[in-house]
T-cell receptor, first 110, second 115 residues
Framework: QKEVEQNSGPLSVPEGAIASLNCTYSDRGSQSFFWYRQYSGKSPELIMFIYSNGDKEDGRFTAQLNKASQYVSLLIRDSQPSDSATYLCAVENSGNQFYFGTGTSLTVIP | EPEVTQTPSHQVTQMGQEVILRCVPISNHLYFYWYRQILGQKVEFLVS????????KSEIFDDQFSVERPDGSNFTLKIRSTKLEDSAMYFC?????????????FGPGTRLTVT
C-alpha cells in the first residue's frame, strides 16, 4: 500500500479557472501535510502546509484536510500559466518520516 | 533571502566509488533532511537529522549511506560504494522547526550519475 497517492494527471485547466488537486494517505496517525510545487528539473518548493481539519487559505491557494477520510486537497483559484508544474503532496506520518506522492502534472492553458 | 545550497550540482562517479554530497542549510535552521528523486519518479525521504544525530531514516538509508554535520554549517551525505541504482537527484532540505509547522526548504539538488 502506497503511503501517499495522487493522480498523476496530466490535469489541464484554462487560465482563470480553478485547479483541484487531490491526495490520499494511508497512515491514519499522520500529523502534517504539505503541498510542494516542482518545476521540471528544479527542486520542490513549499506552497502550503496544513495540520488541522478544514480549510487553510493563502492567496490563490486553499489547502483542505479531512483526517477522517485521510484526504488532502489543494485548490488553485484564478489559475495562471505560471502555475503549470507538478504538484507534490507530502505527508509526515506518525513515525516522523516524510512521504511524497508521485505528483500531479498541471497545465494551465492560456 | 536565505537559501539552502548544495555542491556539486552534478557528480559523475564510477560504480563502487565513494561520493560525498554537500549541503549548507539555512543558518538558523535546526533540522536537516536528505531526499532523493530518481528521474521520473517521486521524491523519496532518506534521513532526517537533528542535534547531531539521525532522527529518522527510511528503508532506503542502509549501511552504505551516512550523514554528518562536520562543522557548524555543512551537512553531508556519504554513499560508501555507489551502485548504478544510486543515480538520482539528491536534495537537501532544512527547517527551523519540526512537525506541523516545520516548513522545509529544499536546495537545488545534486545530480548523481553512477556509471
Amino acid at each position: 500500500q502506497k503511503e501517499v497517492e495522487q493522480n498523476s494527471g496530466p490535469l489541464s485547466v484554462p487560465e482563470g479557472a480553478i485547479a483541484s488537486l487531490n491526495c490520499t494517505y494511508s497512515d491514519r496517525g499522520s500529523q502534517s501535510f504539505f503541498w510542494y510545487r516542482q518545476y521540471s528539473g528544479k527542486s520542490p518548493e513549499l506552497i502550503m502546509f496544513i495540520y488541522s481539519n478544514g480549510d487553510k487559505e493563502d492567496g490563490r491557494f486553499t489547502a483542505q484536510l479531512n483526517k477522517a477520510s485521510q484526504y488532502v486537497s489543494l485548490l488553485i483559484r484564478d489559475s495562471q500559466p505560471s502555475d503549470s508544474a507538478t504538484y507534490l503532496c507530502a505527508v509526515e506520518n506518525s513515525g516522523n518520516q516524510f512521504y511524497f506522492g508521485t505528483g500531479t502534472s498541471l497545465t494551465v492553458i492560456p | 533571502e536565505p537559501e539552502v545550497t548544495q555542491t556539486p550540482s552534478h557528480q559523475v562517479t564510477q560504480m563502487g566509488q565513494e561520493v560525498i554530497l554537500r549541503c549548507v542549510p539555512i543558518s538558523n535552521h535546526l533540522y536537516f533532511y536528505w531526499y532523493r528523486q530518481i528521474l521520473g519518479q517521486k521524491v523519496e525521504f532518506l534521513v532526517s537529522f537533528y542535534n547531531n544525530e539521525i532522527s529518522e531514516k527510511s528503508e532506503i538509508f542502509d549501511d552504505q549511506f551516512s550523514v554528518e554535520r562536520p562543522d557548524g554549517s555543512n551537512f553531508t551525505l556519504k554513499i560508501r560504494s555507489t551502485k548504478l541504482e544510486d543515480s538520482a537527484m539528491y536534495f537537501c532540505a532544512s527547517s527551523a522547526r519540526l512537525g506541523a509547522a516545520g516548513e522545509q526548504y529544499f536546495g537545488p539538488g545534486t545530480r548523481l550519475t553512477v556509471t
